[in-house]
Protein backbone atom coordinates (compact mmCIF):
# COMPACT_ATOMS: atom_id res chain seq x y z
CA UNK A 1 0.00 0.00 0.00
CA UNK A 2 1.41 3.49 -0.96
CA UNK A 3 1.84 5.69 1.86
CA UNK A 4 1.74 9.86 1.58
CA UNK A 5 3.83 12.28 3.65
CA UNK A 6 4.47 15.78 4.24
CA UNK A 7 8.25 16.52 4.58
CA UNK A 8 9.59 19.93 5.45
CA UNK A 9 13.41 20.15 4.10
CA UNK A 10 14.60 22.57 6.99
CA UNK A 11 13.33 24.77 9.13
CA UNK A 12 10.19 26.83 6.82
CA UNK A 13 11.99 25.32 3.82
CA UNK A 14 15.14 26.86 3.38
CA UNK A 15 16.89 23.43 2.29
CA UNK A 16 14.05 23.12 -0.77
CA UNK A 17 15.70 24.37 -4.01
CA UNK A 18 18.89 22.51 -2.58
CA UNK A 19 16.87 19.14 -2.31
CA UNK A 20 15.45 19.72 -5.54
CA UNK A 21 18.17 20.20 -7.60
CA UNK A 22 20.11 17.02 -5.71
CA UNK A 23 16.82 14.91 -6.39
CA UNK A 24 16.61 13.76 -2.67
CA UNK A 25 14.26 14.39 0.09
CA UNK A 26 16.46 14.60 3.57
CA UNK A 27 16.78 15.52 7.68
CA UNK A 28 19.16 16.52 10.34
CA UNK A 29 18.58 16.86 13.57
CA UNK A 30 22.25 16.78 14.59
CA UNK A 31 22.98 13.23 14.37
CA UNK A 32 26.85 13.33 13.02
CA UNK A 33 26.75 9.51 11.89
CA UNK A 34 25.96 7.56 8.89
CA UNK A 35 22.94 5.43 10.17
CA UNK A 36 23.09 2.79 7.18
CA UNK A 37 23.01 -0.66 9.58
CA UNK A 38 21.26 1.11 12.30
CA UNK A 39 17.97 1.93 11.02
CA UNK A 40 15.91 -1.33 12.65
CA UNK A 41 11.93 -2.08 11.15
CA UNK A 42 10.47 -0.71 14.77
CA UNK A 43 10.91 2.87 15.16
CA UNK A 44 10.68 2.00 19.23
CA UNK A 45 14.52 0.47 18.70
CA UNK A 46 15.57 3.60 16.91
CA UNK A 47 14.64 6.11 19.60
CA UNK A 48 15.67 3.77 22.21
CA UNK A 49 18.89 4.01 20.75
CA UNK A 50 18.85 7.53 19.50
CA UNK A 51 17.15 9.73 22.08
CA UNK A 52 19.76 9.26 24.04
CA UNK A 53 22.25 10.67 21.77
CA UNK A 54 19.51 13.45 20.48
CA UNK A 55 19.55 14.55 24.41
CA UNK A 56 23.00 14.93 24.96
CA UNK A 57 23.78 17.19 22.31
CA UNK A 58 20.49 19.09 22.98
CA UNK A 59 20.38 19.54 26.88
CA UNK A 60 17.44 20.51 28.56
CA UNK A 61 15.27 19.52 25.93
CA UNK A 62 12.35 16.96 26.74
CA UNK A 63 12.00 13.56 25.97
CA UNK A 64 8.65 14.29 24.22
CA UNK A 65 11.02 16.58 21.85
CA UNK A 66 13.25 13.49 21.60
CA UNK A 67 11.41 11.28 20.67
CA UNK A 68 9.14 13.73 17.98
CA UNK A 69 12.98 14.41 16.39
CA UNK A 70 14.01 10.95 16.46
CA UNK A 71 10.74 9.17 15.12
CA UNK A 72 10.85 11.93 11.90
CA UNK A 73 14.72 11.03 11.38
CA UNK A 74 13.42 7.26 11.40
CA UNK A 75 10.36 8.02 9.16
CA UNK A 76 12.80 9.87 6.81
CA UNK A 77 15.59 7.37 6.31
CA UNK A 78 13.82 4.19 6.77
CA UNK A 79 9.93 4.30 7.43
CA UNK A 80 9.29 6.09 4.08
CA UNK A 81 9.05 3.31 1.54
CA UNK A 82 10.21 3.08 -1.96
CA UNK A 83 7.67 4.10 -3.92
CA UNK A 84 5.54 6.34 -1.23
CA UNK A 85 4.66 9.99 -2.38
CA UNK A 86 5.88 12.92 -0.44
CA UNK A 87 4.93 16.48 -0.97
CA UNK A 88 7.58 19.32 -0.18
CA UNK A 89 6.83 23.04 0.30
CA UNK A 90 8.77 25.32 -1.65
CA UNK A 91 8.57 28.37 0.39
CA UNK A 92 6.38 30.04 -2.20
CA UNK A 93 3.14 28.76 -1.01
CA UNK A 94 3.07 25.47 -2.59
CA UNK A 95 4.23 21.84 -3.11
CA UNK A 96 6.24 19.63 -5.11
CA UNK A 97 5.38 16.47 -5.17
CA UNK A 98 7.98 13.17 -5.73
CA UNK A 99 7.91 9.64 -5.73
CA UNK A 100 10.70 8.02 -3.30
CA UNK A 101 12.62 5.89 -5.79
CA UNK A 102 15.88 5.17 -3.47
CA UNK A 103 16.75 3.71 0.11
CA UNK A 104 18.70 5.57 2.94
CA UNK A 105 22.45 7.53 1.59
CA UNK A 106 24.25 9.20 4.17
CA UNK A 107 26.15 12.94 2.52
CA UNK A 108 27.80 13.99 5.33
CA UNK A 109 29.22 17.36 3.44
CA UNK A 110 25.59 18.16 2.51
CA UNK A 111 22.67 19.94 4.79
CA UNK A 112 19.79 17.42 5.41
CA UNK A 113 22.83 14.60 5.19
CA UNK A 114 20.70 11.43 5.80
CA UNK A 115 18.91 11.87 2.49
CA UNK A 116 16.22 9.47 0.25
CA UNK A 117 16.73 9.73 -3.66
CA UNK A 118 13.26 10.90 -5.13
CA UNK A 119 11.97 11.70 -8.64
CA UNK A 120 10.19 14.83 -8.25
CA UNK A 121 6.81 15.34 -10.91
CA UNK A 122 6.61 17.94 -13.03
CA UNK A 123 3.79 19.85 -11.22
CA UNK A 124 2.98 22.11 -8.21
CA UNK A 125 0.23 21.59 -5.95
CA UNK A 126 -1.19 25.26 -4.42
CA UNK A 127 -1.97 25.50 -1.24
CA UNK A 128 -4.72 27.60 -1.63
CA UNK A 129 -6.59 24.87 -3.92
CA UNK A 130 -6.25 22.10 -1.19
CA UNK A 131 -9.21 21.26 0.88
CA UNK A 132 -9.14 23.07 4.47
CA UNK A 133 -8.73 19.59 5.96
CA UNK A 134 -5.50 18.41 3.88
CA UNK A 135 -4.08 22.11 4.72
CA UNK A 136 -4.49 22.03 8.27
CA UNK A 137 -2.14 18.20 8.20
CA UNK A 138 0.44 19.57 5.61
CA UNK A 139 0.61 22.83 8.23
CA UNK A 140 1.22 21.06 11.27
CA UNK A 141 4.33 21.72 13.06
CA UNK A 142 7.01 19.16 12.77
CA UNK A 143 9.59 17.91 10.23
CA UNK A 144 6.81 14.81 8.85
CA UNK A 145 3.82 14.37 8.54
CA UNK A 146 1.68 11.62 7.45
CA UNK A 147 -0.98 12.37 5.21
CA UNK A 148 -2.06 9.16 3.70
CA UNK A 149 -5.81 9.77 4.40
CA UNK A 150 -5.74 12.42 2.28
CA UNK A 151 -4.64 10.09 -0.46
CA UNK A 152 -7.52 10.60 -3.18
CA UNK A 153 -7.31 14.25 -2.73
CA UNK A 154 -3.15 13.63 -3.43
CA UNK A 155 -3.75 11.54 -6.06
CA UNK A 156 -6.95 14.42 -8.00
CA UNK A 157 -4.06 16.52 -8.00
CA UNK A 158 -0.93 14.44 -9.72
CA UNK A 159 -3.59 13.04 -12.31
CA UNK A 160 -5.14 17.08 -12.34
CA UNK A 161 -8.55 15.46 -11.59
CA UNK A 162 -10.87 17.40 -9.28
CA UNK A 163 -10.40 16.28 -5.98
CA UNK A 164 -13.40 13.83 -5.14
CA UNK A 165 -14.95 14.24 -1.26
CA UNK A 166 -14.09 11.92 1.13
CA UNK A 167 -16.35 11.65 3.85
CA UNK A 168 -14.59 9.01 6.27
CA UNK A 169 -12.81 5.76 6.61
CA UNK A 170 -12.19 5.41 10.23
CA UNK A 171 -14.31 2.05 11.11
CA UNK A 172 -14.73 3.60 14.59
CA UNK A 173 -17.20 6.06 13.42
CA UNK A 174 -20.40 4.95 13.53
CA UNK A 175 -22.28 8.28 11.84
CA UNK A 176 -20.36 9.11 8.66
CA UNK A 177 -22.50 12.30 7.73
CA UNK A 178 -22.30 13.81 11.87
CA UNK A 179 -18.06 13.39 10.65
CA UNK A 180 -18.00 15.45 7.63
CA UNK A 181 -20.29 17.88 9.79
CA UNK A 182 -17.47 17.77 12.21
CA UNK A 183 -14.49 17.77 10.20
CA UNK A 184 -13.08 20.95 11.71
CA UNK A 185 -13.11 19.86 15.51
CA UNK A 186 -9.61 18.97 16.01
CA UNK A 187 -8.22 22.30 14.76
CA UNK A 188 -11.04 24.25 16.41
CA UNK A 189 -10.31 22.78 19.93
CA UNK A 190 -6.74 23.58 19.48
CA UNK A 191 -7.39 27.05 18.66
CA UNK A 192 -9.48 27.34 21.44
CA UNK A 193 -7.87 25.17 24.33
CA UNK A 194 -7.35 27.87 26.97
CA UNK A 195 -11.02 28.52 27.06
CA UNK A 196 -11.86 24.79 27.54
CA UNK A 197 -12.21 22.55 31.03
CA UNK A 198 -9.07 20.87 29.94
CA UNK A 199 -7.24 24.08 28.68
CA UNK A 200 -7.84 25.11 32.64
CA UNK A 201 -5.47 22.32 33.91
CA UNK A 202 -3.48 21.28 31.17
CA UNK A 203 -1.53 22.97 27.94
CA UNK A 204 -0.97 21.32 24.89
CA UNK A 205 2.80 20.28 24.24
CA UNK A 206 5.05 22.60 23.05
CA UNK A 207 8.82 23.38 22.79
CA UNK A 208 10.32 26.84 22.11
CA UNK A 209 6.81 27.95 21.43
CA UNK A 210 5.70 26.14 18.53
CA UNK A 211 2.80 23.16 19.60
CA UNK A 212 4.02 19.83 18.96
CA UNK A 213 1.01 18.54 20.86
CA UNK A 214 -1.26 18.37 17.56
CA UNK A 215 -0.64 14.83 15.82
CA UNK A 216 1.81 13.73 17.83
CA UNK A 217 3.46 10.71 16.05
CA UNK A 218 3.79 6.90 17.81
CA UNK A 219 4.87 3.93 16.13
CA UNK A 220 0.96 3.31 16.88
CA UNK A 221 -0.33 6.41 14.84
CA UNK A 222 -0.57 9.98 15.83
CA UNK A 223 -1.78 11.10 19.02
CA UNK A 224 -4.54 14.05 18.29
CA UNK A 225 -3.79 16.37 21.03
CA UNK A 226 -1.06 15.85 23.68
CA UNK A 227 -0.99 17.51 26.74
CA UNK A 228 0.88 18.13 29.82
CA UNK A 229 -0.69 19.27 33.31
CA UNK A 230 0.34 22.85 34.27
CA UNK A 231 2.55 21.05 37.18
CA UNK A 232 4.53 19.18 34.38
CA UNK A 233 3.29 16.19 36.55
CA UNK A 234 0.85 14.58 34.25
CA UNK A 235 0.73 13.87 30.50
CA UNK A 236 -2.23 13.76 28.75
CA UNK A 237 -3.70 11.83 25.83
CA UNK A 238 -6.67 13.24 24.14
CA UNK A 239 -8.63 11.17 21.09
CA UNK A 240 -10.97 12.99 19.02
CA UNK A 241 -13.99 10.59 17.28
CA UNK A 242 -16.16 13.19 15.21
CA UNK A 243 -19.39 11.13 15.27
CA UNK A 244 -20.88 9.31 17.64
CA UNK A 245 -17.84 6.59 19.07
CA UNK A 246 -18.07 2.74 19.21
CA UNK A 247 -15.94 1.59 22.27
CA UNK A 248 -12.59 -0.12 20.30
CA UNK A 249 -11.63 3.58 21.04
CA UNK A 250 -10.68 2.27 24.73
CA UNK A 251 -8.00 0.21 23.19
CA UNK A 252 -7.19 2.63 20.88
CA UNK A 253 -6.27 5.63 23.05
CA UNK A 254 -4.72 2.57 25.95
CA UNK A 255 -2.07 2.05 22.93
CA UNK A 256 -1.16 5.47 22.76
CA UNK A 257 -0.93 6.44 26.38
CA UNK A 258 1.34 2.53 26.68
CA UNK A 259 3.74 4.18 24.28
CA UNK A 260 3.66 7.82 26.10
CA UNK A 261 4.33 6.44 29.53
CA UNK A 262 7.25 3.99 28.25
CA UNK A 263 8.66 6.11 25.75
CA UNK A 264 7.78 10.04 26.97
CA UNK A 265 7.08 10.41 30.24
CA UNK A 266 9.69 11.29 32.59
CA UNK A 267 10.23 9.17 36.25
CA UNK A 268 7.65 11.02 38.14
CA UNK A 269 4.82 11.95 35.65
CA UNK A 270 1.93 9.90 35.25
CA UNK A 271 -0.25 9.19 32.00
CA UNK A 272 -4.07 9.98 31.69
CA UNK A 273 -6.17 9.77 28.92
CA UNK A 274 -9.30 11.45 27.60
CA UNK A 275 -12.05 10.86 24.94
CA UNK A 276 -13.83 13.25 22.81
CA UNK A 277 -16.93 12.27 21.09
CA UNK A 278 -20.56 13.70 20.10
CA UNK A 279 -22.23 11.04 22.86
CA UNK A 280 -21.85 8.50 25.27
CA UNK A 281 -23.28 5.31 24.40
CA UNK A 282 -23.55 1.82 27.08
CA UNK A 283 -20.17 0.29 25.07
CA UNK A 284 -17.91 3.15 25.89
CA UNK A 285 -19.55 3.81 29.62
CA UNK A 286 -18.92 -0.61 30.64
CA UNK A 287 -15.34 -0.34 29.04
CA UNK A 288 -14.12 2.85 31.04
CA UNK A 289 -15.48 1.28 34.32
CA UNK A 290 -12.25 -0.94 33.99
CA UNK A 291 -10.18 1.96 32.78
CA UNK A 292 -9.99 4.65 35.83
CA UNK A 293 -6.87 7.17 34.23
CA UNK A 294 -9.73 7.20 31.32
CA UNK A 295 -12.52 10.14 31.21
CA UNK A 296 -14.97 10.91 28.11
CA UNK A 297 -16.33 13.93 26.90
CA UNK A 298 -19.27 15.02 24.98
CA UNK A 299 -19.17 17.89 22.41
CA UNK A 300 -21.90 19.94 20.95
CA UNK A 301 -22.38 22.25 18.31
CA UNK A 302 -24.72 25.17 17.96
CA UNK A 303 -25.96 26.29 14.51
CA UNK A 304 -28.39 29.10 14.43
CA UNK A 305 -29.47 31.92 12.20
CA UNK A 306 -30.64 35.53 13.98
CA UNK A 307 -32.73 38.10 11.86
Known amino acids: MKNYYRIMLGPKSIH ?3 CYRDSCIGADFGIDANLSGQLPDIWREFNQKFIPVW ?3 NPGKSKVAAGLACGALWTIAKGIQLGDLVICPNGTGS ?3 AEVT ?3 QYAPNSVLPHRRAVRWYPLTIDRAAMSEALR ?10 DITKYALEIEAFVSAQRPPTLVST ?3 IEDPVTFALEKHLESFLVSNWSLTDLGKQYDIYAEDGELVGQQYPTDT ?7 ISKDKKELLVVELKKGRVSDNVVGQIQRYMGYVLETLAEPQQTVKGVIIGLEEDAKIRWALKVAPNIEFYRYQVSFRLYK
Open 221 to 227: GPIDILA
Open 55 to 57: LSK
Open 136 to 145: NSTGSIGTVS
Open 95 to 97: YWV
Open 170 to 172: DDS
Open 102 to 104: GDY
Open 16 to 18: AQE
